[in-house]
């Protein structure tokens, strides 16, 4: 009688989003379809750390055999700081959101901007090559996907912020890589917006999560305007609303959340999943969700 020869165990690599709060996060289901669409044996679990316990946790989760994070508010500085070694977006953005524990180190990626640009120009459709961007906002969501962005080449971005001494430090922060592709860069208070439409409009703020509007001339919404707000929930948000009342498209940043995970698989492994499918689906559960 022959004895069954028993096949390895091919354990799979572990990966995690790691926040505070993190219960609410999409990312689980997100990379459980990447994986199940390109065939890596991933496994992906939501990480809860303390506030004051970001390092240790990471630490603890890079011992036990995992193999990246997805970092996730308040922790994109801390991992920033944590990284050995930055992506070019990582180190302009000076945030992280994307880890890979390498055997030389700790590799820091920022994707948040490449999945604005992708979302926007693949998704949506609307092209930035020429395009005039006005970029709302000058904290660390709007610093994220400025370079992104600039590396399209539009013809001008104007970045504007309640506070235009934080839109000044952006843009001067980006002058160089501005005149490297080309672009005009400019902004500052709300009273730098231009009263004619643009092209593309980003909401970078975080109002929508509090119903808030941020400060901006109507004029600046038009027929052909993309009104984008990273925000995402099962109803358009309020800036969404107020973008079409002027005659606006909207969209929000659902596609953006799945296109930068898209990116931070393709960090870790090295294979590029479809958004597209994964989106589609988020969206009938939002759907749902809102009947």
Same mark, same amino acid.
């Given at each position: 009688?022959?004895?069954?020869?028993?096949?390895?165990?091919?354990? %799979?690599?572990?990966? %995690?989003? =790691?926040?505070?709060?993190? #219960? $609410?996060?999409?990312?689980?289901?997100? $990379?459980? @379809?990447?994986?199940?669409?390109?065939?890596?044996? =991933? +496994?992906?679990?939501?990480?809860? #750390?303390? &506030?004051?316990?970001?390092? @240790?946790? =990471?630490? %603890?989760?890079?011992? #036990?055999?995992?193999?990246?994070?997805?970092?996730?508010?308040?922790?994109?500085?801390?991992?920033?700081?944590? /990284?050995?070694?930055?992506?070019?977006?990582?180190?302009?953005?000076?945030?992280?959101?994307?880890?890979?524990?390498? /055997?030389?180190?700790?590799?820091?990626?920022?994707?948040?901007?490449?999945?604005?640009?992708?979302?926007?120009?693949?998704? &949506?459709?609307?092209?930035? +090559?020429?395009?005039?961007? *006005?970029?709302?906002?000058?904290?660390?969501?709007?610093?994220?996907?400025?370079?992104?962005?600039?590396?399209?080449?539009?013809? +001008?971005?104007?970045?504007?912020?309640?506070? /235009?001494?934080?839109? $000044?430090?952006?843009?001067?922060?980006?002058?160089?890589? %501005?005149?490297?592709?080309?672009?005009?860069?400019?902004?500052?208070?709300?009273?730098?917006?231009?009263?004619?439409?643009?092209?593309?409009?980003?909401?970078?703020?975080?109002?929508?999560?509090?119903?808030? &509007?941020?400060?901006?001339?109507?004029?600046?919404?038009?027929?052909?305007?993309?009104?984008?707000?990273?925000?995402?929930?099962? @109803?358009?948000?309020?800036?969404?609303? $107020?973008?079409?009342?002027?005659?606006?498209?909207?969209?929000?940043?659902?596609?953006?959340? !799945?296109? @930068?995970?898209?990116?931070?698989?393709? !960090?870790?492994?090295?294979?590029?999943?479809?958004?597209?499918?994964? *989106?589609?689906? *988020?969206?009938?559960?939002?759907?749902?969700?809102? /009947?």
């Amino acid at each position: 009688m022959s004895v069954k020869e028993s096949k390895p165990v091919v354990h %799979a690599d572990r990966y %995690a989003v =790691v926040g505070n709060p993190v #219960a $609410h996060s999409k990312s689980p289901y997100i $990379h459980a @379809q990447f994986a199940l669409q390109t065939g890596e044996r =991933v +496994e992906y679990d939501r990480l809860l #750390a303390p &506030l004051d316990g970001f390092v @240790q946790h =990471v630490q %603890a989760f890079h011992a #036990a055999g995992g193999r990246g994070l997805n970092v996730t508010v308040p922790f994109k500085l801390e991992a920033h700081a944590l /990284a050995h070694k930055l992506s070019p977006r990582a180190a302009a953005a000076g945030a992280v959101n994307t880890l890979r524990f390498d /055997a030389d180190g700790i590799f820091g990626d920022n994707t948040d901007g490449f999945g604005l640009v992708r979302d926007i120009e693949v998704n &949506l459709g609307v092209a930035l +090559e020429g395009a005039r961007v *006005l970029l709302l906002g000058a904290g660390g969501a709007a610093r994220g996907v400025v370079l992104p962005m600039l590396e399209r080449r539009p013809r +001008e971005i104007t970045i504007v912020n309640r506070t /235009a001494p934080k839109a $000044h430090a952006l843009i001067e922060q980006f002058a160089g890589a %501005a005149g490297e592709f080309g672009c005009i860069l400019s902004g500052g208070g709300p009273q730098d917006v231009d009263p004619k439409p643009y092209d593309v409009i980003v909401n970078a703020t975080a109002g929508s999560l509090d119903a808030a &509007l941020p400060e901006c001339d109507e004029r600046a919404f038009g027929t052909g305007t993309l009104a984008y707000d990273m925000m995402y929930g099962a @109803q358009p948000t309020v800036f969404m609303r $107020h973008a079409q009342a002027l005659g606006a498209r909207a969209a929000d940043g659902l596609g953006m959340l !799945v296109e @930068q995970a898209a990116e931070s698989f393709f !960090v870790w492994r090295g294979v590029r999943p479809e958004g597209a499918p994964v *989106l589609a689906a *988020l969206r009938a559960q939002l759907a749902a969700q809102a /009947a």
